[in-house]
């Protein structure tokens, strides 16, 4: 079956450390995004990428790095210079101009 | 700049009624509308959407309305069930294949 897969499903980062967050599809979708959501809150865009090897910083990139070396990887790191970093992050795909698959998220928890 | 208003914030309902979800966008060359439903702790999945050149669309208990002129577009549930009970969003794509997220609905559906 294809799909969206995020991993880990729980992640916690010490002060100071950064964290890599993997997200992989197997959709063949050429787009891809990360958002950020906050408890009770809505979606805010990290990154996106609509092809290989090309992203575009989205609404709150600040203190995110991303890369898109494969069509089907797009790994979010969140860096030490990213102050409040705790929140469930979601990861999504698309073919472009329709409709988004997500990934069932990944809550990071900094300790 | 772009922006999509989703209202109400939280809607409680009696099992077997109807609810209605408005979405209000600004980008007049918005074309492509999806609806999610977000479940606790889970990422949210598409259940229905409509592109500008169709005015209402249907899937079994839900439909949605679109308005260009006003822009305006709305959730329909008819007969909802316990299992309705999730966040609802609303979203808009243009120009740019982002989509404008609304701020969510808290659907609860009381039995």
């Known amino acids: 079956d294809g799909g969206i897969t995020q991993s880990p499903k729980y992640l916690f980062r010490k002060e100071g450390q950064n964290v890599t967050l993997s997200c992989e599809q197997n959709?063949?979708?050429?787009?891809m995004y990360w958002y950020r959501q906050d408890p009770g809150q809505g979606l805010r865009l990290i990154y996106y990428?609509?092809?290989?090897?090309?992203?575009q910083k989205g609404d709150i990139a600040e203190g995110y790095s991303v890369s898109r070396e494969k069509k089907e990887s797009f790994p979010l790191t969140v860096t030490s210079a990213q102050k409040n970093p705790t929140a469930f992050y979601l990861c999504?795909?698309?073919?472009?101009?329709?409709?988004?698959?997500f990934g069932s998220g990944t809550r990071l928890t900094v300790v | 700049g772009e922006n999509v208003e989703q209202h109400p914030s939280t809607l409680s309902v009696q099992e077997g009624d109807s609810a209605v979800i408005k979405c209000t966008y600004s980008?007049?060359?918005?074309?492509?509308f999806p609806w999610y439903k977000q479940e606790l702790g889970k990422g949210p999945q598409l259940i229905i959407d409509?592109?500008?050149?169709?005015g209402e669309k249907k899937d079994q208990r839900i439909a949605v309305t679109l308005n260009k002129t006003a822009k305006h577009f709305s959730l329909h549930i008819t007969e909802t069930q316990p299992e309705d009970s999730a966040v609802y969003f609303c979203?808009?794509?243009?120009?740019?294949?982002?989509?404008?997220f609304g701020t969510g609905t808290r659907l609860k559906v009381l039995a």
């Open positions: 999504a795909s698309s073919i472009l101009r329709d409709g988004y698959t």
């Open positions: 959709l063949n979708h050429d787009a």
């Open positions: 990428s609509q092809i290989v090897n090309d992203f």
């Open positions: 980008d007049s060359a918005s074309n492509y």
């Open positions: 409509i592109r500008s050149n169709v």
């Open positions: 979203a808009a794509m243009g120009g740019t294949y982002k989509y404008i």
